[in-house]
């Protein structure tokens, strides 16, 4: 792992942001795409922020598609927490959406297309 080791413990919220990141298999970087905002954005939030904003902390569960409470439960558990990794549609879900919208389009053109051959 790149850059300097944390001095101190990551808050809370930025503690669950990263492992529901992670579960996702969402990069930070990817995750930023997601919410329009910077690598460094993410970081900041999942090392350093002590009281993220109500707005964030739905965006990112919007994104992460999980609770708004799963970010913020003090046992790190929300009622909607599923185990093991993402499925693999999920997966696929999530890298669709880190796309720019023009290949997105054209993938999700192509997988309609494939659904009328295949009479769904």
């Known amino acids: ?3 300097r080791p944390p001095t101190k413990q990551a808050p ?10 992670k579960q ?5 970087e990817a995750l930023a795409r997601l919410l329009d905002t910077t690598r460094d954005n993410i970081a900041y939030y999942e090392r350093k922020a002590e009281n993220p904003s109500l707005d964030f902390i739905e ?5 992460l598609r999980v609770a708004p409470e799963e970010l ?3 046992n790190g558990k929300g009622r909607s927490a599923k185990p093991g990794p993402p499925a693999r549609w ?3 879900s999530r890298r669709l959406a880190t796309l ?3 290949k997105q389009r054209v993938v999700i053109d192509m997988l309609e297309g494939l659904l009328e051959k295949a009479g769904t």
């Open 1 to 3: 792992m790149a850059g």
């Open 12 to 21: 809370r919220f930025g503690q669950r942001l990263a492992v529901l990141r």
């Open 24 to 28: 996702q298999g969402l990069s930070q």
């Open 59 to 63: 965006r990112c569960a919007q994104a």
């Open 72 to 74: 913020i439960a003090e």
């Open 90 to 92: 999920e997966q696929l």
């Open 100 to 102: 720019p919208r023009g």
